[in-house]
């Protein structure tokens, strides 16, 4: 049973899309929200703007000295190694320190993390037990960042969100409807989660946070991995639209992501795989 029944305070550090949501789900019950980011003039009333730049130390000032919960739910914005550095790492460890030197300790750590951590490519299922040996900068860059997380001192649970698609996300929307599909042989399982439920898995693991240790690691990612071919070709369907080439960009790996933990803490998908989540898209692409 929580011990507490006054409103939290939460720092949401790179308050994007997804920071956004979930502070506006969290304001709505009341609780204190506090969004970080470079230009806060782009967060939706309801959730108070700290300006900083992670990259900049001396820019993490005025940080809430009754701070609950921090969320890391920062965006890279960029391919480039040396932005995923300052993103990551470097962000996360500069924000940790600015909490310590300011004498702010949080009794919770939640560092979003990417399923780009894992090198199957396969087919393979993959879970939070899986080996994580990535080959590309971004995985190894993203392993490193969940160490500094989790050996922070504070209690800090990785969230890895697979594939995120959603209002906003157009771009296999558009790839498709000018009918450029994506090759049957050999099938690429591909992953996805939509971003309404990337908001609600964090709000579930902050609530169940508050009742009982979380584990260190969550895999949080749809119902049903699919052959990327298969998603494509049934939003061809649905957008009225004939694949015309086939070509195998942006298919690297393939496995398939096991999200049986987090079902297993009581989290029920809104959108359990593509089929329930995309309807909703596609009207809003053909407006």
Same mark, same amino acid.
């Not at 304001?27 to 204190?32: I, R, S, W, Y």
């Not at 970080?36 to 967060?43: D, E, K």
């Given at each position: ?39 806060? =003039? $782009? %967060? ?19 940080? @809430?000295? $009754? ?25 996360? $460890? =500069? ?40 080959? =590309? ?17 504070? @209690? ?16 296999? %929307? ?62 061809? +369907?649905? %957008?009225?639209?004939?694949?015309? +080439? ?33 309807? $909703? %898209?596609?009207? +809003?692409?053909?407006?």
């Amino acid at each position: 049973m929580k011990h507490k029944l006054n409103r939290d305070q939460i720092l949401i550090a790179g308050c994007g899309d997804v920071g956004s949501q979930l502070g506006l789900s969290l304001a709505a019950e009341g609780h204190q929200v506090f969004g970080l980011r470079r230009n806060i =003039n $782009q %967060l939706p009333p309801g959730i108070q703007g700290i300006a900083a730049d992670l990259s900049q130390p001396d820019t993490l000032i005025n940080l @809430p000295q $009754q701070l609950d919960t921090l969320f890391y739910v920062v965006a890279a914005g960029s391919r480039d190694e040396s932005v995923y550095r300052k993103a990551y790492p470097d962000g996360l $460890q =500069n924000l940790l320190q600015a909490l310590q030197q300011q004498g702010i300790h949080p009794r919770q750590l939640f560092f979003i993390s990417s399923t780009a951590v894992y090198h199957q490519q396969n087919d393979e299922w993959v879970d939070e037990r899986s080996a994580t040996e990535p080959d =590309n900068f971004s995985g190894r860059i993203m392993l490193e960042a969940e160490q500094i997380a989790l050996h922070s001192g504070i @209690p800090a649970t990785i969230v890895r969100f697979s594939g995120i698609y959603g209002p906003g996300r157009n771009y296999m %929307l558009t790839q498709i409807s000018r009918g450029a599909g994506y090759p049957s042989a050999p099938p690429r399982y591909s992953n996805r989660i939509h971003r309404d439920d990337c908001v609600g898995v964090l709000k579930h693991l902050w609530q169940l946070s508050q009742q009982q240790p979380l584990e260190p690691v969550y895999l949080a990612s749809d119902d049903q991995p699919a052959p990327l071919h298969e998603v494509g070709d049934w939003l061809a +369907e649905r %957008l009225g639209v004939t694949i015309t +080439e086939r070509s195998a960009r942006r298919t690297i790996g393939s496995k398939r992501c096991s999200n049986a933990l987090l079902k297993q803490s009581g989290y029920c998908f809104r959108y359990p795989n593509y089929r329930a989540g995309y309807p $909703q %898209l596609i009207d +809003e692409f053909r407006s």
